[in-house]
């Protein structure tokens, strides 16, 4: 079996990389990112040189209409998706340079998603859902546990950790979600949609926690939202208009 790639200043599983006293702050670019896709006749070009900038502890709001191509920026920042041109840099790393098991690793060690959907899965209880992304580098660590037990105090759920999906409600289930995104203590959280699918009280709540999550984690956050009650929580707002990124203008 192939050995696992190493990277210089691993951090420790279950949790972000340590930083001493004269480590650089986490920084992500966004240079001049295009994306396009194949069609029969002319490639449909979704993104157009967009580009941007965060460092630890900033948020920024993304919105636009429907089929702008939101998501897609989100996929291609979090190396989802490969850009057609440009360049996405987290942490001093050039990730459009790297080979796909080297990408793969250092994405799930410091990106954490929270989609619309929870994605969780039905036969896991919540702890083993929010320990899932442990196991891509081994047998679950006891510290890996206590982060987890820690995260699911820290989002309201202490009580629930045997139970399943299933008998959750749907605020639940995404605060499930975003305890899984923060177990490997990562730099940037990309939140696609995060209240999309929940009434508006439990939206707000939501919202709420997952700004007090930043704060406390000390880390990047971007979130895609139709929603004008999450985007004006952030302390910047950007608009995807056809394809480019730009100040979005204030009610």
Known sequence: MAPSPTFPDEPEKGGRRPRGLNDAMSELLVEDVSKEFPTRGEPL?????????????????????????????????????????????????????????????????QIGFVFQEHHLLPQCSVLENVLLPTIATGPTRPESVERARMLLDRVGLSDRMEHRPAELSGGERQRVA?????????????????????????????????????????????????????????????ELDEGKLKTANSP
Do not use: W, Y
Not at 69 to 78: A, F, Q
Not at 85 to 100: A, C, H, K, M, Y
């Open 45 to 109: 070009v979704v993104l157009r040189a967009a580009s941007l900038q965060l460092a630890d502890g900033e948020n920024v709001a993304i919105i636009g209409p429907s089929g702008s191509g939101k998501s897609t920026l989100l996929n291609v920042i979090g190396t989802l998706e490969p850009p057609t041109s440009g360049r996405v840099v987290l942490d001093g790393q050039d990730l459009t340079g790297l080979d796909e098991p080297r990408l793969a690793a250092f994405r799930n060690r």
């Open 178 to 238: 975003l305890a899984r995104a923060l177990i490997n203590g990562p730099v940037l959280l990309l939140a696609d949609e995060p209240t999309g699918n929940l009434d508006r009280t439990t939206a707000a709540r939501v919202a709420e926690l997952l700004l007090e999550l930043q704060k406390q984690e000390k880390m990047m956050l971007i979130v895609v939202t139709h929603s004008s009650r999450l985007a004006a929580l952030m302390s910047r707002k950007l």
